[in-house]
């Protein structure tokens, strides 16, 4: 089938890839001419495992293109999907503008029906938002064309995004058009040969169900993160009491671990633009908020530990914070807001970084994947070095903190860590290490939620 994608970012890109590799003539478009020009000569502009293989072998098959020029995407297709960015707006709702813009610009360009996917997470009713801006601009060409806009929600996880889009869980399918339904039913065909993933239901329950999705995830993170907090004032061990509510099938072992906070570009910005739809529809989304706020500290929960270790925390609390760790130099371990992504949206290690700054203190770091990705946010600053090895990062160093749990980081030499830390302190963000351990090498050592 031929298909084209407005938007090459993490879902946009990852989607017109794999649906080229199952066999469609896919194009890519975007307005961004940097990146399209990069994918042209091979550049894959984000990393993610197993991706540049299919994106190489699907374009010297001559199945995937990438363009800026919207009007070769939108003639080229009869199924086009909408993958741009839904960042939040000031009030924490979607902001919807590069949506509607793409709406807006095939309704421009149509010359026959078209199917509108809409794969960009969105607020319930935005499916009807595309539908009027498409009928307006038709009636302002004067020119009648039929067309669906579908609500077609995508639930990869960045880091695994290239297998999960080839073996997805479920394919929701949000439309009550029979004619739209069948045709995206042959799109997802190959992805659903071994057993019925597609779900098709009405296009509100579509786009909520993505919100809820996310929504759920980060209430389970928010809740292992509000027990941690309670484990360490009450004398328990967060990783014991892991273990044994996960073994009830009922809970299970997925997402609960405790940590320094949820990141990235999904979590708090869906979660915040759910509050904001249930409160524009007049209900109070308590859970919601909880699990917003119980976030919002657990990402200032780093510092808080480190202040706590060096006495300072009693100013820090007052908001009295500048310089009150000067002179120190804190290693970090991991910079993206999880393993195997350089994706630094809402990352942990940001606001950890910035609160340390603030303080006075420098921070050398290591991330196998994100470097990149820190130097453009934050450029040249010699209170930031970026190091090429995690061992690299330990040289110097006042103390380690750990905000990423890639595997590298898994196993740790107590005694290099030992020997290299002046102060002999180990913040360990993801609850990687044994404090009995470290403890043993002379290493103060302070985990989320243990004793
Ligand atoms: P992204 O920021 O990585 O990519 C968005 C892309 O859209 C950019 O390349 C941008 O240049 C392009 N764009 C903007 N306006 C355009 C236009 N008018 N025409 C063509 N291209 C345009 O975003 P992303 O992470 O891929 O997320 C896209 C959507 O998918 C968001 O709504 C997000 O919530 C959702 N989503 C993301 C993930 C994830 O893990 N990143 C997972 C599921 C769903």
């Given at each position: ?6 938007g ?6 990852v ?5 080229a590799d ?10 961004n001419?940097?990146?399209?020009d ?10 993610e ?23 070769e995407a ?5 199924v086009?999907?909408i ?5 939040p ?9 590069y949506?509607?813009?793409v ?6 360009l149509?010359?026959?029906y ?26 302002e060409?004067?020119?009648a064309?039929e067309?669906?806009v579908?609500?077609?929600p995508?639930?990869?996880?960045e880091?695994?995004?290239v ?6 869980d ?8 029979k ?8 799109v ?10 597609i779900i098709?239901?009405?296009?509100r329950?579509?786009?909520l169900?993505?919100y809820?999705a996310?929504?759920m ?7 292992m993160n509000?027990m941690?907090?309670?484990?360490e ?6 990783e014991n ?7 009830d ?8 671990y405790?940590?320094?906070g949820?990141?990235g570009?999904?979590f708090?910005?869906d979660?915040?633009a ?7 529809f ?17 990402k ?14 009693d ?6 914070t ?6 120190k ?5 991991g ?9 630094m949206?809402?990352?942990p290690?940001?606001v950890?970084m910035?609160?340390?700054w603030e ?13 990149e ?9 010699e ?16 103390a ?13 030499d107590?005694?290099q860590?030992?020997q290299?830390?002046?102060?002999k ?6 609850n ?11 290493i103060?050592?302070y985990?989320?939620g243990?004793?």
């Open positions: 089938m031929k298909i084209s994608i407005f090459t970012g993490y879902v946009g890109l989607t017109g890839a794999c649906l199952v066999g469609h003539d896919v194009i890519c478009a975007d307005v001419q940097a990146k399209i990069g994918l042209k000569q091979g550049i894959i502009p984000i990393y495992p197993g991706l540049e293989n299919v994106v190489k072998t699907n374009v010297s098959q001559g199945n995937l293109r990438f363009t800026t020029n919207a009007e939108v003639n080229h297709a009869e086009i999907y993958a741009v960015g839904t960042p707006d000031e009030d924490g709702s979607a902001d919807l503008q949506v509607m813009a709406g807006k610009t095939i309704a421009q149509m010359q026959s078209k199917v509108v996917v809409n794969k960009s997470t969105v607020p319930v009713g935005t499916a009807d938002k595309v539908t009027a801006v498409i009928q307006q601009t038709l009636a060409r004067g020119f064309a067309f669906d579908v609500s077609n995508e639930f990869l996880k880091g695994a995004a297998a999960d889009f080839m073996r997805p479920r394919i929701v399918i949000g439309t009550s058009s004619f739209a339904e069948d045709i995206m039913r042959e997802y065909a190959p992805f659903n040969r071994n057993h019925e993933k098709v239901m009405d296009v329950s579509s786009e169900t993505k809820a996310n929504c995830l980060a209430t389970k993170i928010s809740f509000e941690a907090n309670i484990a004032r009450v004398g328990a061990d967060i009491v892991r273990k044994g509510i996960g073994s099938p009922r809970i299970g072992y997925h997402f609960i405790a940590g320094c949820y990141g570009s999904c708090p910005k979660v915040q759910l509050a904001q739809t249930a409160r524009q007049g209900y109070v989304p308590e859970i919601l908020d909880a699990v917003e706020a119980v976030n919002y500290r657990q200032h929960k780093l510092f808080e530990m480190i202040c706590k270790h060096y006495g300072v925390w100013k820090a609390e007052k908001g009295e500048k310089d009150i760790l000067k002179g130099t804190f290693a970090l371990w910079l993206a807001f999880k393993p195997n992504t350089d994706d949206r809402e990352a290690s940001r950890l910035e609160q340390l303080a006075g203190a420098k921070v050398q770091a290591y991330d196998p994947e994100a470097m990705e820190t130097q453009r946010i934050y450029g040249q600053s209170d930031l070095r970026l190091c090429g090895t995690k061992e690299e990062a330990l040289k110097g160093a006042s380690l903190v750990v905000c990423t749990e890639w595997k590298t980081f898994k196993t740790i107590y005694k860590i030992s290299s830390l002046e102060d302190l180990l913040i360990d963000g993801r990687l290490y044994r404090k009995k351990s470290a403890n043993e090498h002379n103060s050592y985990g989320i243990v004793n």
